[in-house]
């Protein structure tokens, strides 16, 4: 079974800078989807950024970029220039690519606080 | 429609007692997917449906957790005999169904269900 861990489960950063998130994943597979959800307060979970373990280069999406070590298995989630409305749990998540499975294995979370 | 709907948005319900929890998934989205988030467990895969077959139960997690999809549109999840341990936010998804590395689950708001 695939395990997602993100250890730290509360992180705070100021409007404007820069903060990383970690997340590490265990699995025997060589083809596989990684994702990085948010969710507001709201509930709604929205896709922040993917990446193919089969890419070398790093997924980057506006202010949120990765850093994908296959072989360390880490993904860590780097979000610049801090707003506001970043606040938000951050997930994680990890999918198969082969046709046996398509759900999502995710972390428990980070809570993430941006201040003023 | 826009985006995957849900309802109720929150259900109270007395142990015991069944529930009956409903998904819309975006138009012409052939995979859809529910998922548990609780205090305790984090996100959890439930089950999954392509068109209105599950090859996927595997998250259920007890014979008192049903869910089906007709037309392969609308899905009901159904929790027989409600406990405690029911509590938990249930989230609904749906994707293309291509699999391939874009097919980006979309989720719902989900809904809050307490057992009394």
């Known amino acids: 079974a695939q395990t997602v861990t993100q250890s730290q489960p509360e992180m705070s950063v100021q409007e404007a800078e820069t903060v990383t998130l970690s997340c590490t994943y265990d699995?025997?597979?060589?083809?596989?989807?990684l994702f990085w959800y948010k969710q507001p307060p709201s509930r709604q979970m929205i896709l922040v950024i993917r990446q193919e373990a089969y890419k070398q280069q790093n997924a980057t999406e506006n202010r949120f970029s990765v850093n994908f070590q296959k072989a360390a298995k880490s993904f860590s989630l780097k979000i610049s220039d801090s707003q506001l409305g970043d606040t938000a749990m951050y997930f994680c998540a990890f999918r198969r690519g082969s046709n046996s499975g398509y759900a999502l294995n995710f972390g428990k979370g980070t809570s993430l606080l941006v201040t003023p | 429609g826009a985006g995957v709907s849900q309802s109720p948005s929150n259900k109270v319900t007395e142990k015991g007692k069944d529930v009956e929890l409903r998904c819309d998934p975006i138009?012409?989205?052939?995979?859809l997917y529910w998922y548990r988030q609780s205090l305790g467990q984090g996100l959890e895969f439930l089950i999954y449906?392509?068109?209105?077959?599950?090859?996927?139960k595997s998250g259920l997690p007890s014979d008192r957790f049903s869910a089906e999809r007709t037309g392969g549109s609308v899905s009901t999840l159904t929790i027989q005999r409600t406990q405690q341990e029911d509590s938990a936010v249930y989230l609904c998804a749906s994707s293309l169904g291509t699999f391939a590395s874009t097919d980006t689950q979309y989720f719902g708001p989900g809904t809050r269900l307490t057992v009394l």
């Open positions: 449906f392509q068109g209105n077959s599950a090859p996927d």
């Open positions: 699995t025997s597979e060589n083809n596989y989807y």
């Open positions: 138009s012409g989205h052939t995979a």
